[in-house]
């Protein structure tokens, strides 16, 4: 089992950025293939971006250019950096681990665990 916490989130003008960063603890860090998710209220969860083993990424098409989605193996950390944002973009955020690490999974059932979520606010 994997805990994961995630920090980073706040209160952004629009325009600006923020780096949301996910600890891992538990077992390896590198046996998973990384998300992140956000979640409106009364919504359903959505895929953000992905990243794998080997550092293939995918993204969302509404943050792609925007959003970049990386991971530390030495600190067992996966960051999402946030540029451009929108108040389109205000929600809680949700980092998840994927058992298969050499996925790239968009839907949120591929993932096993999940962190707590981090709010991200955008004043327009």
């Known amino acids: 089992q994997v805990q994961l916490v995630e920090s980073g989130g706040g209160l952004v003008q629009a325009g600006g950025s923020l780096r949301l960063s996910c600890a891992a603890s538990?077992?390896?860090?590198?046996?998973?293939?990384m998300g992140w998710f956000r979640q409106a209220p009364g919504k359903e969860r959505e895929f953000v971006a992905a990243i794998n083993w080997s550092d293939n990424t995918y993204y969302a098409d509404s943050v792609k250019g925007r959003f970049t989605i990386s991971r530390d193996y030495a600190k067992s950390t996966v960051y999402l950096q946030m540029n451009s944002l929108t108040p389109e973009d205000a929600t809680v955020y949700y980092c998840a681990a994927n058992s298969n690490l050499y996925q790239l999974r968009s839907g949120y059932r591929s993932y096993d665990y999940w962190g707590q979520g981090t709010q991200v606010t955008v004043s327009s």
């Open positions: 538990g077992r390896t860090f590198s046996n998973y293939a």
